[in-house]
Each structure stands twice: as C-alpha cells, then as structure tokens.
C-alpha cells in the first residue's frame, strides 16, 4: 500500500566542494527544502552525473544517511557510520545520485539518548535493547523527509545504497520505486563487532560479517 505524502519543494541549491580526511574529494550540488514533513534541515547531496541518470531512465544510485555526529564527524569506531559515508559519497560521485543526509540522530532518538544507549550497551544490553530501556522505539526513523525529496528532486526511482531492509520498504510504501538494493561494504571494527551483529540478527541488515572461527 502507497503512502500518500505532501509535496516538498526545493529552496536553496549551491555548489560544495568536498574534501575527505583521507583525501579523497568530489563535488556536490546542496538542496534545501521547503515542506518537509518533520520541519527539520535535512539535505541532499547530488553527485556525479545525478541529471543524466533520472534523464536518462537509469536510475540514480541515493543513500539516505542518517546524521551520526560521533561517527561522521569525531570517527567513533562504535558505529560504521563514519566509513559509510565516506563510501557512499565516492560511490554515488561514480554512479550519479543522491546522498540524503537526514537529521535523525541515533535511529531518531537523538545525540543525548544515543550516548544514554552507548552506556547501557557497555552493561551488556545491543542497541536495539539499550533504546527500548530508555523508553524509545527500536528504530524511531521515518523516512517520509527522504521520499519528499527525492520527489522533489524528479528522482522517483532509485538504486537504493543500503543494507537497512526497512529503508526500502518504507520508500517503496511512500511512492518511490526501489529497482533494486545495493550493499555497503563492511566496516568492521573491534568497538564496533556487535552493533553489527545486532543489526544481521535483529533486523536482517545485509552485512556480510565473517564468521566467528
């Protein structure tokens, strides 16, 4: 069943260029929006040659991101936040498409009470037990924000970067055609070996994690 959404429009579109700590750099075309569901500043990020994918009928390769500050910004090694944007702005400059950075922090319960959740994890809870002790859903993110946008942005069929089952479903329901799911890489750390573990087994992320031998 298709979920009726409100229309976005785009505000502001500018051109940044962006450089990675590891060198790495490209280029990107910055909107802005009016209308989104949420209220909040969620951004698009186009890259590579997005026109001429849409244009073209191939569609545009989009990861919608959600903002990690101690991963994507401090590079926390408890999450695999940090390495997948880096991949995905360096993939999608390849394909053509979007990356949706999309201001949900912590499965959308916020910095604080992900750092309350980092805690309760360190006593032996996962991350999906740790936010339901604190009084919050599993995963409280709600992808309507990112399906406004890429409406508005004439992307309405995607190549969808993500080894979240629900990301998928939920823009399938909101009206944008996911023609197919494209995996990250693994980024395994030490610090970060049972968040990804939860996610395979809780909510059947496509991780390709090695077996423990």
């Not at 075309?29 to 026109?51: C, I, K, P």
């Not at 936040?81 to 950075?101: D, K, N, W």
């Not at 309760?120 to 740790?130: I, K, N, S």
């Not at 309507?144 to 508005?152: D, F, K, N, S, V």
Request: charged letters at 20%; a negative charge.
């Amino acid at each position: 069943m298709t979920v009726t959404t409100t229309a976005a429009r785009i505000r502001t579109r500018v051109t940044v260029p962006l450089r990675f700590p590891d060198g790495y750099a490209t280029t990107a075309e910055v909107f802005t929006f009016h209308g989104l569901s949420d209220g909040r500043e969620h951004l698009a990020l186009g890259l590579g040659d997005w026109r001429a994918a849409i244009a073209g009928g191939r569609a545009p390769l989009v990861r919608p991101h959600s903002e990690c500050l101690t991963g994507d910004v401090f590079g926390s090694e408890r999450c695999d936040c940090g390495p997948q944007l880096r991949e995905a702005a360096e993939r999608i400059s390849e394909a053509g498409g979007f990356l949706l950075y999309l201001r949900q922090e912590g499965r959308g319960i916020g910095l604080y009470a992900k750092l309350d959740a980092y805690a309760l994890q360190d006593t032996g809870l996962d991350t999906y037990q740790a936010n339901l002790a604190l009084g919050h859903g599993e995963d409280e993110r709600d992808y309507t924000p990112a399906a406004q946008m890429l409406t508005a942005l004439g992307a309405g069929r995607i190549r969808l970067l993500s080894n979240n089952p629900d990301k998928a479903a939920q823009l399938d329901a909101l009206g944008v055609e996911v023609s197919d799911r494209v995996p990250t890489g693994v980024h395994l750390s030490e610090a970060n070996a049972r968040y990804l573990s939860a996610k395979v087994a809780h909510t059947h992320h496509t991780i390709d994690l090695p077996l423990a031998g």
